[in-house]
């Protein structure tokens, strides 16, 4: 048995299995799409999840979270419910020039002329991760639809061919607004590693950040924060 509570993450996972929590397969498209992609899982971890909320986010990652690994790759995709309004939420993550003020593990970030698609972003990494820079591109930017993607590009770290979909979807939770944010990944799996350790690895560090997203959001929420806030 496990420890839940409802702020805990989801884990859609493509390839193994978790042992540590129920596991429910979805069939169609989504994270595994692409060649000879095996139906993906959810594994579950929310307390109390609900049919309907799987299904909900189900079909966020299929409209919205569409990756094509190679034989080499691993893709998996992580959600979190957060009690704060998206626009507040978004306000955090919607700024490609700033991932320092949720992602715990960023020290400084340095962006290259004005964020569009296209824009680079130097972040340098806090000490004990195998990192130390890494330099990101910023893929597709969309303010109305809460959409952010990005891909590594470069720097000192093992996420080769890394990619990434952050998407933020307004939500009612216990009659207040909420927010589900679910973050997708593909990248290579490291020479020496397995696609379930890579998952794994890069999974515990997506539940991290969002752990710190929702800390944050739902603090600056507590306060009656009606518009975006600039920190």
């Not at 986010?57 to 309004?85: G, K, L, T, W």
């Not at 593909?186 to 379930?196: A, H, I, L, M, Q």
Request: with cysteine; net charge negative.
């Amino acid at each position: 048995m496990i420890e839940r509570d409802w702020g805990a993450s989801s884990i859609w996972v493509r390839h193994g299995a978790l042992n540590r929590s129920s596991m429910v397969e979805i069939t169609g498209t989504g994270v595994a799409a692409g060649r000879g992609a095996r139906p993906w899982r959810l594994a579950d971890e929310m307390h109390p999840p609900g049919v309907g909320c799987r299904a909900v986010a189900a079909e966020h990652v299929r409209a919205f979270h569409r990756h094509e690994p190679e034989e080499n790759q691993c893709s998996s995709a992580v959600d979190r419910h957060i009690r704060a309004p998206v626009h507040l939420v978004w306000s955090l993550v919607g700024k490609f020039d700033e991932p320092q003020k949720y992602k715990p593990f960023v020290s400084r970030c340095i962006a290259q002329g004005d964020v569009g698609v296209g824009s680079l972003r130097e972040v340098n990494v806090k000490s004990g991760l195998p990192a130390t820079t890494s330099t990101e591109r910023l893929e597709h930017l969309d303010d109305t639809e809460h959409i952010l993607s990005f891909k590594i590009v470069g720097g000192d770290h093992r996420l080769k061919n890394y990619s990434s979909i952050v998407t933020a979807h307004p939500e009612t939770i216990d009659g207040k607004p909420g927010t589900l944010v679910i973050e997708s990944f593909v990248v290579d799996v490291p020479d020496g590693n397995t696609k379930d350790e890579t998952c794994y690895f890069v999974e515990a560090l997506i539940k991290c950040n969002l752990k710190s997203l929702a800390e944050i959001s739902e603090r600056l929420a507590l306060q009656d924060y009606t518009q975006p806030v600039d920190l």
